[in-house]
């Protein structure tokens, strides 16, 4: 079955620096890879998707890449702030293309002053 | 719209009593998803269903679990009896489809559930 890693645990980083989050999957490709944001006590909500047609993918300072030949996604946040802090999920379709979303268990990022 | 509406947003039970969770997913999505949040596990499907009819619920624990969407406004997921390992924060989700599509699927604020 499809497994979802995400490296790290946590990643501290400091305001202004670019925070880079990992996110690997472990057999087939899938037709598209999404992130989500979630804070303390709060459901995740959706930031991005990307296709398996597309390298990369913006919106404002966020960045998005996905690579299908290493099995992985990358995600950007430029310029960070303390409001950044947060824990950040990757997210992909359980069957490829069809059926629920399986979740990574997420980078709690934390973006010091 | 307000959003997926979860409730209550806290629960505390004694073990063998029965918790009953519910949510109004968002007007005009189709499928609706019972997720479970854990430490150790992190987010876990219990169930979904597409237009109210239940698709995959291979993530329900045991049979304790029982989840209803009688209509496309609500759903519940009830507990029967509950045990302390159930404690966690349950989350309902809806979307325009399985998958999310390209805009994700909108999670609803979870229901901490604690049973001592």
């Known amino acids: 079955s499809q497994k979802i890693e995400q490296n790290s645990e946590a990643l501290n980083i400091q305001e202004g620096k670019t925070a880079t989050l990992t996110c690997n999957y472990t057999?087939?490709?899938?037709?598209?890879l999404q992130w989500y944001r979630q804070d303390p006590g709060r459901g995740p909500v959706f930031l991005l998707l990307?296709?398996?047609?597309?390298k990369e993918k913006r919106k404002e300072r966020l960045k998005v890449t996905f690579d299908t030949t290493l099995k992985q996604s990358l995600f950007h946040i430029t310029a960070s702030q303390p409001a950044d802090s947060a824990t950040y999920l990757c997210a992909l379709a359980s069957g490829g293309s069809q059926g629920n979303l399986i979740f990574g268990k997420g980078t709690k990022l934390s973006v010091k002053p | 719209d307000a959003g997926v509406i979860q409730s209550p947003r806290h629960e505390v039970t004694e073990m063998g009593q029965e918790v009953t969770l519910r949510c109004k997913p968002i007007s005009g999505h189709n499928s609706l998803f019972w997720y479970r949040q854990t430490m150790m596990r992190g987010l876990e499907l219990l169930i979904y269903f597409n237009n109210n009819v239940p698709i995959d619920d291979s993530g329900m624990p045991e049979d304790r679990f029982s989840a209803k969407m009688p209509n496309a406004s609500f759903s519940t997921l009830k507990i029967q009896p509950s045990e302390p390992r159930d404690s966690a924060v349950y989350f309902c989700?809806?979307?325009?489809?399985?998958?999310?599509?390209?805009?994700?699927?909108?999670f609803g604020s979870g229901t901490r559930l604690t049973v001592v």
């Open positions: 989700a809806s979307s325009l489809s399985e998958t999310g599509g390209a805009i994700g699927y909108t």
């Open positions: 057999n087939y490709s899938p037709a598209y």
């Open positions: 990307i296709r398996e047609n597309e």
